[in-house]
């Protein structure tokens, strides 16, 4: 295989795993913000942003541990039952303070659909394609949080009301995107893919 033959072929897995959509329970808060807003919060959110992803990586640092975990269980248990005891404390204080900076309930409030390049959810009322909004998103089981910002593709009205109030579906691409923030969304969809699978409940959007 040439060495641009394997560039296009990483480039095609690399757009499959970005674009992959699946729909998801999610806790989001959504704020839509004029172009002074979105300029002004810019500059303003890099600390708060980098310190959650100090914290989302020492929780997903903490779920790839459970396999080695369960390892060494099998060959003492006592030691594993200790390695856990403080694995769930450093989450628990890891949870505590990544929640503390971003304005998400601790529980799922929204019905979406997303990858790593955007989100669909519905609002309670429609916005204006082009402007820019700022999302808080907590994922679930890991309860990691992210603060990121997005520009709206599509605001489409739904027939009638949703139960809880949404009024259209929003389309969202993200947009200013850290690195790690883009492949912490990718590997959530990747579990929730292998997820649905095992359970015979595999959803595209």
């Known amino acids: ?23 998801d329970r999610i ?3 959504v704020r839509p913000l004029s172009e002074s807003d979105y300029k002004q919060m810019r500059t303003h959110v890099a600390n708060t942003q980098r310190n959650q992803r100090i914290l989302n990586s020492i929780l997903a640092t903490g779920d790839n541990q459970r396999g080695l ?16 005891s403080l694995e769930e404390r450093l989450d628990a204080l890891a949870r505590l303070l990544v929640i503390e900076q971003n304005d998400t309930p601790d529980i ?5 659909n997303i990858s790593g390049n955007g ?10 394609a082009g402007s820019h909004l700022a999302l808080d998103m907590q ?64 959803r595209r959007g």
């Open 27 to 29: 806790a989001l808060c």
């Open 139 to 202: 994922l679930f089981p890991s309860r990691t949080c992210l603060s990121m910002f997005g520009v709206v593709v599509r605001s489409k009205e739904l027939k009638r009301p949703a139960k809880n109030g949404s009024r259209f579906t929003v389309a969202v691409d993200f947009c200013d995107v850290h690195e790690d923030d883009r492949e912490l969304l990718i590997h959530h969809v990747h579990g929730l893919q292998l997820d649905y699978a095992r359970r015979g409940a595999l």
């Open 119 to 128: 989100l669909r959810f519905g609002h309670p009322e429609a916005l204006e």
């Open 69 to 84: 975990l369960r390892n060494i269980r099998d060959s003492d248990p006592a030691i594993a039952s200790y390695l856990q």
């Open 108 to 112: 799922p409030t929204h019905d979406v």
């Open 1 to 23: 295989m040439t060495t641009a033959t394997q560039m296009d072929d990483e480039t095609r897995e690399r757009n499959r795993r970005e674009t992959f959509r699946i729909n």
